[in-house]
């Protein structure tokens, strides 16, 4: 997919670990693996909204876009 | 639920009954190949009248009889469908695989028949009829369910799909 989840690096950036983060937006820490390996193929604006509002930044922080098709694969 | 155990239930007896009409094909195939006996018996076959036994007749009779097995088949591989559906394993792959290949060879199947019994109609009686019946002809009517099928698989394929989203957003 060309859309990339920088949510690694926002973890990292604010040295939270992903059970926390699960925990607190309140999903499955196998939901949040999901989405941090790209496997994932959609995200509710709720879940979203919540992630953003923990890590206290933009949506544009963590999702990305790229035109690379080798990305699909 | 209950519906499907009703299917499952009429089902299983139709594989029963089949099996035993299958252990009878086979022993008439063998007795007609080998001119054992029959030699003063009328056919008839999908409702055409086989009265002269000769080689011509018997590949037919075979052909026919290759096309009934692969209905036979059929019904095996809905029956293990049905055993999908019941351990809830709907969209599961042989579940799509399965649907699919019913389709095919119904299909088959009922082209194998129609080639046959209009072979022999032109063949041996020399006649070809336009009959207008107002029932369905079985011949027309394994290739709609052919292609129901074919289509069932490709509904279920989108419908494993979708799931497959459904269950990757998070």
Redesign the interface.
């Known amino acids: 997919m060309s859309i990339i989840v920088n949510l690694d690096v926002m973890l990292a950036t604010r040295k939270m670990k992903s059970i926390e983060l699960a925990e607190k937006i309140g ?1 499955t820490t196998a ?2 693996s ?2 941090k390996s790209g ?6 604006f709720s ?1 979203l909204e919540a992630i953003c509002k923990e890590l206290d930044c933009q949506p544009g922080d963590i999702l990305a876009f790229s035109s690379d098709e080798s990305a699909d694969i | 639920m209950r519906k499907l155990k009703i299917l499952k239930a009429l089902v299983d007896l139709l594989w029963i009954f089949s099996m035993i009409s299958v252990v009878a094909i086979v022993v008439f195939t063998v007795v007609v190949f080998l001119d054992i006996g029959f030699a003063d018996l009328d056919f008839n076959i999908n409702g055409v009248q086989i009265e002269i036994i000769d080689n011509v007749t018997k590949f037919l009779l075979l052909v026919l009889m290759i096309s009934y097995l692969i209905v036979i088949y059929c019904l095996y591989l809905f029956r293990e469908v049905i055993k999908y559906f019941y351990l809830l394993k709907i969209f599961d792959e042989v579940v799509l695989k399965n649907f699919n290949k019913i389709g095919y060879l119904l299909i088959t199947s009922a082209i194998l028949t129609g080639i046959t019994t209009t072979f022999y109609k032109v063949y041996y009686m020399h006649k070809v009829t336009a009959a207008f019946n107002f029932t369905f002809s079985p011949f027309i009517l394994l290739i709609c369910f052919g292609l129901f099928f074919m289509v069932l698989s490709e509904i279920f394929g989108m419908s494993k799909k979708l799931k ?2 459904n269950e ?3």
Request: charge should be positive; aromatic fraction near 0%.
């Open positions: 999903i939901n949040l999901i989405l496997k994932a193929k959609a995200i509710r879940t | 497959e989203e990757l957003t998070i």
